[in-house]
């Protein structure tokens, strides 16, 4: 009932009437039509999902490292190959977890690639090309590559 009232719909609207009124609220919601309001695709699935808050975060991009291949591979990293790669990331980025890092390196399950002594990661800002990186490889090369861009906000 809450969903039709933000749609200012009556309770006996029917498919089609709710359908256009979800385009609607999309429409003048969407990021393209409000090019500077960062916040306005937020405010409308607020308006329909009240439930919903918005946490600041100073991410300026997520990296997501599969946990399960750092587990597979005894940690694979660091000085004695036992470290995780996501631990030794944040470590040569100076990076700490949460939300008030200027990146987020998480570990994930799984992530379907499952590569041979080696472990996936996705660059959330490139989200189209995967890595697999081997064990024992150059992370601060790694690092660098993916380190947070000071004007990436
Ligand atoms: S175990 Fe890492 S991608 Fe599947």
């Known amino acids: 009932m809450r969903a039709l009232e933000a749609l200012e719909l009556d309770s006996d609207a029917d498919f089609d009437a709710v359908k256009a009124a979800w385009r609607r609220l999309a429409k003048a919601n969407h990021p393209d039509v409000r090019p500077g309001d960062a916040d306005a695709a937020v405010r409308g699935a607020a308006r329909v ?6 946490v600041p975060s100073a991410w300026s991009g997520a990296v997501l490292v599969c946990g399960k291949c750092s587990k597979k591979i005894d ?8 470290t995780p790669l996501a631990k030794v990331l944040r470590k040569i980025l100076g990076l700490k977890k949460g939300r008030k890092a200027p990146l987020g390196v998480v570990e994930t399950r799984c992530l379907g690639v499952c590569p041979r002594g080696a472990v996936a990661l996705i660059d959330g800002r490139d989200p189209h090309r995967w890595l697999v990186v081997p064990q024992g490889a150059d992370v601060a090369e790694l690092a660098a590559r993916l380190a947070p861009q000071p004007d990436a906000r």
């Open 49 to 54: 999902a009240p439930q919903l808050k918005h």
């Open 75 to 82: 940690g694979g990293f660091g000085k004695k190959g036992r």
